[in-house]
């Protein structure tokens, strides 16, 4: 498994090593030992959750401001534009982003700790993730930051009309949103 930093501090893709045969493959996708090793970083994951999407679907920005939630984000089935947006006022990337392809064919996964925003958008037929988290789901401090604000410029790399959920239609922008320190 091969840790690799990205531009936001504490956000990371894991390329993990993937053993292939005429049976198929095998591969680790997480190891909290390698990955403490590695980024100084323990967690435990109390949640995994399966979302399910067809083509042009875009999930987010989504977080939750109190008991806020480290996700470890991987793809099974299709591809994804994955978005981070670091939310914390006093990093010194506060309001950036970053985005990663994340596929079955590259098995890459992302970890997300929380103080970041999270989407995704679908770019094949359909996409399947997988995500375990470090604090349970509460909607009731769950918040979406508006996906097309215009001071964040994220380049979701799409032309038209994403599909959007009712919940992301009503984001707000990053300047009118609840942030961390």
């Not at 936001?8 to 390329?15: A, M, T, Y």
């Not at 939750?64 to 006093?90: A, N, S």
């Not at 989407?119 to 995500?131: I, K, P």
Request: with cysteine; net charge negative.
């Amino acid at each position: 498994m091969q840790i690799v930093p990205t531009s936001l501090s504490d956000v990371f893709v894991i390329e993990p090593s993937v053993f292939s045969d005429a049976r198929g493959f095998f591969f680790e996708s997480f190891n909290v030992r390698d990955f403490a090793d590695a980024t100084g970083t323990t967690v435990s994951f109390v949640q995994s959750n399966h979302s399910g999407s067809v083509r042009n679907v875009l999930r987010g920005l989504h977080y939750q401001i109190r008991h806020p939630q480290g996700k470890l984000v991987r793809v099974l089935t299709g591809e994804v534009l994955d978005v981070v947006v670091d939310i914390r006022r006093r990093s010194p990337t506060f309001g950036r982003w970053i985005s990663n392809v994340l596929s079955a064919e590259n098995r890459r996964l992302h970890w997300i700790p929380s103080g970041f925003a999270h989407g995704f958008l679908v770019r094949s037929e359909s996409a399947e993730l997988c995500y375990q988290t470090t604090d349970y789901w509460m909607p009731e401090y769950e918040r979406c930051i508006r996906w097309n604000d215009p001071d964040l410029n994220i380049d979701w790399q799409f032309a038209g009309a994403p599909i959007l959920s009712v919940k992301d239609s009503a984001g707000v922008l990053l300047a009118d949103a609840e942030v961390f320190p």
